[in-house]
């Protein structure tokens, strides 16, 4: 059972940014790609952001290309999600997974963590 910690939301003016933080309790196979997925009130759960930590290949939604940035420090086996020029459609709880492979399909990523609220004013 892989343990997942998520911090660094919190509120934001619209232009602003946030760094997220994932911290894993293990590193194995299963842990292969991390990834960033968001849910806004009355809204499906949305991929954000994926990379796979040994290839360092990165996937990112349309929506947040150029503005966020997803990277990994293998030594401290935790995920970051750099989020710059914050926009109010950013806000949402982002949640943290992994998985074997890289992919955008929430299906596919095995362990979740709690979620971190991001919220953007206008």
């Known amino acids: 059972q892989v343990q997942l910690v998520e911090s660094g939301g919190g509120l934001v003016q619209a232009g602003g940014s946030l760094r997220l933080s994932c911290a894993a309790s293990?590193?194995?196979?299963?842990?292969?790609?991390r990834a960033w997925f968001r849910q806004a009130p009355g809204k499906d759960r949305e991929f954000v952001a994926a990379i796979h930590r040994s290839s360092g290949n990165t996937y990112y939604a349309d929506s947040v290309k150029g503005r966020f940035t997803i990277s990994t420090d293998n030594i401290k086996n935790t995920a970051y999600l750099q989020m710059n020029n914050l926009k109010p459609e950013d806000t949402g709880v982002y949640c943290c997974?992994?998985?074997?492979?890289?992919?955008?399909?929430?299906?596919?990523?095995?362990?979740w963590g709690q979620g971190t609220q991001v919220t953007v004013s206008s």
């Open positions: 997974a992994v998985a074997a492979r890289i992919g955008t399909d929430p299906a596919k990523y095995t362990y």
């Open positions: 293990e590193r194995s196979s299963s842990t292969y790609t």
